[in-house]
């Protein structure tokens, strides 16, 4: 199986930061990944997918980057609606894996 | 519009069995994958499987393997989630997704006490 190793696991930030969030992969998954977002009780968001392409209606202040193992996930100014938690998930083969999570939390 | 409705949350007893269903709508079934994504209070997503809607073709996650069984009908549109000897772990909110987009169901709560 592939193991997404994600991190930093949790992040302090404030309004108007920059955040980046990593996951790497155990081995090559071209560019077969996808950053959700989730608040809580609802359900996740799919943010970017094919490592760097934005949803459709998802702010541009979102970005992915990456191929091959590894890939970030970039908010360039932080909004208040972002403080949630965020998970990559690669789709290259079967199963696919999630990474374990990042909480973004207001500093 | 695209809609993924799931089954309502249930009580078991360990060692019980449970299936959740999902009811799609607004497009053609037999098109997409479905997948099932589990979280259990307070961790990640945890994936455990596809099904193709069009073929029955299955892929389980290792962890479920011989415990969950993945199904449809496509006279009704409906993919299940069928997860056997259930023990206090397998307590979460259950997920259908379409497979490449974001459409997702509401979430099914399994609650597994005594």
């Known amino acids: 199986d592939i193991q997404m190793t994600q991190s930093p696991s949790s992040v302090s930030a404030s309004v108007g930061d920059r955040v980046t969030i990593t996951c790497r992969a155990s081995?090559?998954?071209?560019?077969?990944l996808g950053w959700y977002q989730q608040k809580p009780g609802k359900a996740p968001k799919r943010l970017i997918y094919?490592?760097?392409s934005l949803q459709s209606g998802v702010p541009s202040r979102f970005s992915g980057s990456g191929s091959g193992t590894e890939f970030t996930l970039t908010i360039s100014s932080l909004q208040p609606e972002d403080f949630a938690t965020y998970y990559c998930?690669?789709?290259?083969?079967?199963?696919?894996?999630f990474g374990q999570g990042t909480k973004l939390e207001m500093k | 519009q695209v809609q993924l409705l799931q089954s309502g949350a249930e009580v078991k007893k360990p060692g019980a069995s449970v299936k959740v269903s999902c009811r799609a709508s607004g497009y053609t079934f037999t098109d997409y994958y479905i997948q099932w994504v589990r979280q259990a209070p307070g961790q990640g997503l945890e994936w455990m499987g596809r099904?193709?809607?069009?073929?029955?073709?299955?892929k389980y996650a290792q962890n479920f393997q011989g415990r969950v069984t993945l199904t449809r009908d496509t006279s009704v549109n409906t993919a299940y989630m069928d997860l056997t000897t259930l023990t206090s772990d397998d307590t979460a909110i259950y997920y259908c997704?379409?497979?490449?987009?974001?459409?997702w169901g509401q979430g099914t709560l399994i609650t597994v006490s005594p």
């Open positions: 998930l690669q789709h290259n083969s079967h199963p696919y894996t």
């Open positions: 997704m379409r497979r490449g987009d974001d459409y």
């Open positions: 081995q090559g998954i071209r560019d077969d």
């Open positions: 094919d490592a760097s």
């Open positions: 099904i193709d809607c069009n073929n029955g073709d299955t």
